[in-house]
């Protein structure tokens, strides 16, 4: 099987985990902790059936998965990101124009952000007309919509007895469907039996398409007044706007309410503030949890590798037991960031409690580079990977003499007689 085994890794090898290959002085490392195992490890025997070594295999590829990411974690901190929060998102929304590295922020970095006018497109209202009437005669109506440097002419058939509501609808209707940057709706009353067209500038702020006019230029002979007299469509209710902010005091203006900051930002201002909202650089809270899944998916992994394996080995369950209480031990710290153990063993993810811990800087705290869950994690899982044979059962054979010398009762390959062979190609 172990041939197979070693067949089949050349590919792996070429693609193994950055923490899995070494230099020259880690192996000496490696050589130096398996003889320092060795000295207290008995002597054993072992029927190498291929299922206890499918066992074995498991188990240390598994560990090794998850050294690699545990790793990264220390080395290359999941908070390197940077995103922004945003303390009354549905008043200032804000993103980053670009992906950034919260080091780019100088320390305490905070945006005051006060809105006092959003920008808005002109808007005119028309008259209040009984709803079930008829405003018009029957014929041919045409009028004209008017921008600052564009004009639009249109044609519009009134059928006899048509109801206001029924001609408001058919012309709000006509006139969103025309795209010339005009949003029309009909405003209705149903206690009072009245109905109004109400016409908006898609385009906000005080130039480009966000001031219009609308005229009369052809009715039947048979009407008094055209359509848009009648109807009231060139009445302004409200004039084009532009949005007005302050950033940390400094005054702005935008036409628009997405606007840029420093090329830094991208802000929506939604709403007029009471209070300035502030707006700050956090650890990316998508990279935080894409990091913690990981780590939770590799760990359980291990788990379930050790849960298969304890059917037939009851070793096993050292396995089991010593991560349970490494995560026991630290729980408490887990658990504010949203990772918490069932009954057997696996880790699972709290969205929630992962944002707020992003966004506070728990996740930091908990799983930075000197952390002493991930460094005691990492003792442990260099312990699974230079023996795994530790949990397969077996039988002992003889304990080392305590009394002699440590040169003279260790041999490098005491504990790897058997499972040496497993660090083939990648130790």
């Known amino acids: 099987m172990l041939n197979v085994y070693n067949y089949y890794l050349q590919d792996y090898v070429s693609r193994s985990p950055r923490y899995s290959t070494h230099k020259k002085r880690e192996l000496r490392d490696i050589y130096k902790n398996i003889v320092k195992m060795s000295a207290s490890e008995p002597l054993y025997k072992i029927d190498l059936s291929e299922s206890k070594q499918a066992c074995a295999l498991s188990i240390k590829e598994s560990a090794l998965t998850l050294k690699d990411v545990n790793r990264r974690l220390q080395d290359t901190p999941m908070l390197h990101n940077a995103g922004v929060h945003s ?5 200032v929304q804000a993103s980053l124009l670009h ?42 109506y045409s009028f004209t919509v008017s921008f600052e440097q564009e004009q639009y002419s249109f044609r519009f058939n009134v059928a006899a007895d048509s109801t206001a509501f029924d001609l408001q609808s058919k012309l709000s209707d006509f006139i969103n469907k025309t795209g010339i940057g005009l949003q029309a709706e009909v405003g209705y009353h149903k206690e009072s039996g009245v109905s109004r067209m109400e016409l908006t500038a898609r385009q906000t702020g005080i130039y480009g398409k966000s001031s219009f006019s609308l005229a009369d230029t052809g009715m039947p002979e048979s009407a008094d007044a055209g359509l848009v007299e009648v109807f009231g469509l060139n009445r302004e209710a409200s004039s084009a706007q532009n949005a007005r902010y302050r950033i940390n005091g400094v005054a702005y203006e935008a036409p628009e309410n997405t606007v840029t900051y420093e090329d830094t930002l991208l802000l929506t201002l939604r709403g007029v503030t009471d209070t300035p909202v502030t707006v700050r650089p956090i650890p990316d809270r998508a990279a935080v ?45 887990l ?66 003499d305590p009394s002699a010398p440590v040169s003279e009762r260790t041999s490098p390959y005491t504990t790897s007689i058997y499972s040496g062979m497993l660090f083939n190609n990648y130790c």
Do not use: C, W
């Open 289 to 333: 949890y894409d990091a913690l899944e990981e780590f939770t998916v590799s760990y359980n992994r291990l788990i379930q590798a050790g849960r298969n394996t304890v059917r037939e080995n009851k070793s096993s369950a050292y396995l089991l037991r010593g991560l349970s209480h490494l995560v026991a031990s630290h729980y408490s710290a």
């Open 99 to 140: 992906r950034m590295e919260l080091s780019e922020f100088p320390e305490h970095t905070r945006y005051d952000v006060e809105v006092t006018n959003l920008a808005s497109g002109q808007k005119n209202v028309g008259h209040l007309l009984p709803s079930d009437k008829t405003p018009l005669p029957e014929g041919s």
């Open 335 to 400: 658990s504010s960031i949203g990772i918490t153990a069932d009954e057997e063993g696996y880790l699972t993810l709290d969205p929630e409690k992962v944002n707020q811990a992003a966004v506070s800087g728990d996740a930091e705290l908990v799983l930075r580079s000197d952390s002493s869950f991930l460094k005691a994690l990492d003792n442990r899982l260099e312990s699974i990977i230079l023996n795994p044979m530790r949990y397969v059962d077996k039988k002992l054979v003889a304990y080392p």
């Open 87 to 91: 303390s009354s998102p549905d008043t």
